[in-house]
C-alpha cells in the first residue's frame, strides 16, 4: 500500500477517535469535527515519524550485516561486486531481513551486470535507504580518496554503524521509561472527565454552559493531545 494511503487511514483513523473523545470536552459539533481533523493529522504525522526511525534503525541493522558479510568475501580476496553480491544473496536468506526483496534482486542483478560501481550504487540504495548508506557507497567509489584498501574501509564502517546502533539501544531503553510514564498521564484528562459526567453531570453542563468552563475543557483537551 503506498505510504501515502497509509497516512491517510493513519489520519482517518485517529480523526474518529479525537471525534469522540471531544465529546467529553466541548459541545459544538463545528469544533469537534474541526478539532478532531487538526488533532488527528498531528497523531498521524506522530506516528510516521516513529515508524519511520524503527525503520531506520532496521534498515541500519541490515545495512551492518551486509558489510560484514562483504568485508569477509573481500578479504578472501574477491572483487568488490561480487563480493556485495555474496553479502546480498546472504541478507536474503536471512528471516529477519523485512527490507525490500524486489530492490534486493535488482540490485543482484546490477552487480552481475554492471562492472561500473557508480552504476549499483542507486540499486543499493533502494535495499538500504538511509543516510549512511548514501555516504559509505559514495565513499566506496573513490576508495583512493582515503588512502585505503577496500577492506579496510569497510571495517571502518562497520565500527561506526555498530557503535552508532549501540547509541541508538540506549536511547530506545531511555525512551521506553519515559514511555511508559507518559502512558500513566497520558489518559487522565478523558477520565477525570468521564468520572466526573458521571457523577457531578450538573458541574460538567455548568461548565460546558460558560465560556470560562468550556476555555478549561478545551485547554485540558489540548494538554491530552499534545502528550499524546
Not at 505510504?3 to 479525537?18: D, E, H, N, P, Q
Not at 540490485?107 to 543499493?124: E, M, V
Not at 521509561?177 to 466526573?196: R, T
Amino acid at each position: 500500500m503506498p505510504k501515502k494511503l497509509i497516512f491517510l487511514f493513519y489520519w482517518l483513523i485517529f480523526s474518529l477517535i479525537a471525534f469522540f473523545v471531544l465529546k467529553l470536552f466541548t459541545q459544538v459539533l463545528s469544533l469537534q469535527i474541526t478539532l478532531a481533523f487538526l488533532t488527528g493529522l498531528v497523531w498521524a504525522y506522530s506516528l510516521r515519524k516513529v515508524l519511520r526511525y524503527y525503520e531506520i534503525y532496521r534498515i541500519k541493522q541490515s545495512l551492518l550485516s551486509f558489510c560484514q558479510t562483504a568485508s569477509s568475501r573481500l578479504s578472501m580476496g574477491q572483487s568488490l561486486n561480487h563480493s556485495l553480491s555474496d553479502a546480498l544473496d546472504t541478507l536474503g536468506k536471512d528471516p529477519a531481513f523485512k527490507g525490500d526483496r524486489k530492490a534486493l534482486h535488482r540490485a543482484k542483478q546490477g552487480l552481475s551486470l554492471h562492472h561500473d560501481f557508480s552504476q549499483n550504487i542507486p540499486l543499493l540504495l533502494d535495499v538500504f535507504p538511509c543516510p549512511e548508506a548514501k555516504a559509505f557507497f559514495g565513499l566506496i567509489h573513490e576508495p583512493q580518496w582515503m588512502g585505503q584498501r577496500i577492506p579496510e574501509v569497510f571495517k571502518r564502517f562497520e565500527r561506526s554503524v555498530r557503535m552508532n546502533l549501540s547509541q541508538e539501544e540506549s536511547l530506545r531503553a531511555d525512551q521506553s521509561k519515559n514511555l511508559v510514564e507518559a502512558l500513566s498521564l497520558l489518559f487522565m484528562p478523558v477520565l477525570i472527565c468521564l468520572f466526573m459526567s458521571k457523577t457531578s453531570p450538573d458541574f460538567m453542563h455548568l461548565a460546558f454552559a460558560s465560556f470560562v468552563g468550556r476555555a478549561l475543557l478545551l485547554g485540558a483537551y489540548l494538554l491530552f493531545s499534545l502528550s499524546v
